[in-house]
């Protein structure tokens, strides 16, 4: 079992920032990926940021410049910075991990989602 756990979110003027952290637990050997995905009312779930173990981070080119994806290995956390958010930024932002456990191989593993909403 791999459990992820966010906080962070909330609400946020426009122009302002905000910061979401994930922590993942369990039966981990390993963690291949991490990142975050979000998913506005009406809309598919679209990754915002990832970043492979040992690789450099990838973001969506709408969060480019404004958000930046870090990762602490030794601790199994990611977080997003948000800046000059903008009220398209407003959505359920979920943590997501590829996770190597240590007796269940390969699991893809998602977060209850945290809530983002920037107002105008």
């Known amino acids: 079992q791999v459990q992820l756990v966010e906080s962070g979110g909330g609400l946020v003027q426009a122009g302002g920032s905000l910061r979401l952290s994930c922590v993942a637990s369990g039966s981990i050997l390993s963690i291949d990926t991490m990142g975050w995905y979000r998913q506005a009312p009406g809309k598919q779930r679209k990754s915002v940021a990832a970043i492979v173990s040992g690789g450099s981070p990838n973001y969506a080119d709408s969060v480019k410049g404004r958000f930046t994806i870090s990762r602490d290995s030794t601790k199994n956390t990611v977080t997003l910075q948000m800046n000059s958010l903008k009220p398209e930024d407003t959505a359920v932002y979920y943590c997501?991990?590829?996770?190597?456990?240590?007796?269940?191989?390969?699991?893809?593993?998602w977060g209850q989602g945290t809530q983002v909403t920037v107002s105008s």
């Open positions: 997501n991990a590829v996770v190597r456990t240590t007796n269940s191989g390969i699991k893809n593993s």
